[in-house]
């Protein structure tokens, strides 16, 4: 059977990516950036999954205003890295895994979440920015990659105790996968940032490292903090926080052994935060 070995927090700011591609990782600005991510790299050589359930966010590429899946799951054999306006990153294209990702939106659809099936869909920063820091440049990704996007950016957003639910149901599904395959779930996004109005900059690490503590110990009462709380808190992009939430719950329900924990201000506008969990 398919089993979740771990599960990997980061950030996925743009800037990063352009970082990256653009040769300027060892700049003063960017590496400590990048040194946060540096047993991370380590860590994913140490420790290569068979494939990785991505939870991420589309930022209008993929999907726009006139289509707005709330939990869509990428059931295709590849998928492009998208052009967000200055052409695709150069990165490796995604290689999905049809079949496990047919099975966990069986599973799930049946445990009553609505999910979208993807079938095409090109990603984007959200999804290529953290397989990037954590397996530097490679020619290809280590393993497949199933993309999950959540709808974080047009209202109304999922809330924290539905991704942490979903969460625990994407667990069922893949545990109940009849293949041997060792499975990490991701969640990207966050954590406090505000890109646009008149509070654009807001960054609350106080709020950030509370979120991480609560995520590690008790994600059940993480769970219920409200939407609006995020927002107030960490700014309005900072709902992203929620996506960590399913990553969480895919997780059994012993502690889990953290292996690395980084909060870096400031990346761009935002606060970088970064956790590999391990299952006990
Ligand atoms: C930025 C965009 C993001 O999607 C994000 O999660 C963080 C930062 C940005 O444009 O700086
Ligand atoms: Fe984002």
Redesign the pocket.
């Known amino acids: 059977m398919a089993r979740i070995s771990a599960s990997v927090y980061t950030?996925?700011?743009?800037?990063i990516g352009a970082a990256l591609d653009l040769g300027k990782s060892a700049e003063p600005y960017w590496q400590p950036v990048f040194k946060g991510y540096e047993f991370s790299k380590q860590w994913m050589k140490e420790n290569q999954p068979d494939v990785i359930f991505l939870v991420y966010?589309d930022?209008a590429s993929a999907f726009s205003l006139e289509l707005i899946p709330t939990f869509a799951i990428g059931c295709a054999a590849e998928f492009q890295p998208a052009d967000e306006g200055w052409g695709p990153r150069p990165v490796p294209k995604v290689v999905g895994h049809p079949e496990l990702a047919a099975h966990i939106a069986q599973s799930v659809i049946q445990d009553d979440f609505d999910l979208t099936i993807v079938n095409k869909m090109d990603v984007d920063?959200?999804l290529t920015v953290p397989l990037s820091l954590m397996c530097g440049q490679p020619e290809a990704w280590p393993c497949p990659v199933i993309p999950f996007a959540v709808n974080v950016v047009q209202y109304p957003v999922p809330s924290g105790r539905r991704c942490y639910n979903l969460g625990k149901a994407i667990r069922k599904a893949i545990e109940s996968f009849d293949q041997d395959l060792n499975v990490q779930v991701w969640g990207t996004?966050?954590m406090s940032?505000q890109?646009q109005g008149p509070r654009a900059g807001l960054i609350n690490k106080e709020f950030d490292n509370r979120v991480l503590d609560r995520l590690i110990a008790d994600p059940a009462d993480l769970a219920t903090l409200p939407h609006i709380d995020y927002v107030r808190e960490a700014g309005s992009?900072g709902i992203?926080l929620v996506m960590w939430l399913i990553a969480r719950g895919a997780m059994n329900d012993r502690p889990p052994k953290v292996r690395h924990r980084f909060y870096h201000v400031p990346a761009?506008?935002?606060a970088v935060g970064h956790l590999i969990l391990e299952n006990v």
Not at 11 to 15: C, K, T, Y
């Open positions: 950030s996925h700011v743009p800037a966010n930022h920063h959200g996004g966050g940032h890109l992009e992203e761009s506008n935002t």
